[in-house]
């Protein structure tokens, strides 16, 4: 989770797949976003802005609001954002704080050629099961007269 306030108003969350040439590794990252608190100490009556940035469609710029809340109000807001395979920054665009923000990170570490190697593998076996059906294919033998 994170804090957004004053003093702090952006976080940014880096989820772009990184890769270890060493152990021969790509390792992705997931962030799903559930919850948005408002904290206790927040000024009353002071709305509080929360928006998402993150690159769009043809690497544009996107910015989106994801939650306003204000004291007063219900302090917790359920949120349903899921980020993968990029970079992401949270601002605080309205109000103090503070607002916590929080969720899951998932990761997978994938072993660099592993898929390419279970696609070979079921080619193959693909291509064993076409070269059985060939021989079965062959046309009838003709007879011959005595």
């Known amino acids: 989770g994170i804090t957004l306030d004053a003093a702090h108003k952006e976080h940014k969350w880096d989820g772009?797949?990184?890769?270890?040439?060493?152990?021969?590794?790509?390792?992705?990252?997931?962030?799903?976003?559930?919850?948005?608190?408002?904290?206790?100490?927040?000024?009353v009556g002071e709305a509080n802005v929360i928006e998402l940035e993150v690159l769009g469609y043809d690497d544009k710029k996107q910015k989106i609001p994801i939650c306003v809340t204000k004291a007063g109000n219900s302090y917790v807001t359920n949120v349903d954002i899921f980020i993968e395979y990029q970079a992401a920054t949270f601002h605080l665009t309205k109000g103090s704080g503070p607002v916590h923000i929080s969720g899951m990170h998932q990761t997978k570490t994938n072993i660099i050629g592993e898929d390419?190697?279970?696609e070979l593998a079921e080619e193959e076996g693909e291509d064993e099961e076409e070269e059985e059906e060939e021989v079965e294919e062959l046309p009838p033998k003709k007879k011959t007269k005595k």
Request: glycine residues 4%; hydrophobic residues 35%.
């Open 16 to 43: 772009t797949a990184t890769e270890n040439t060493v152990d021969c590794t790509v390792t992705t990252h997931k962030l799903s976003v559930r919850q948005v608190v408002l904290g206790a100490d927040a000024k």
């Open 116 to 118: 390419d190697m279970d």
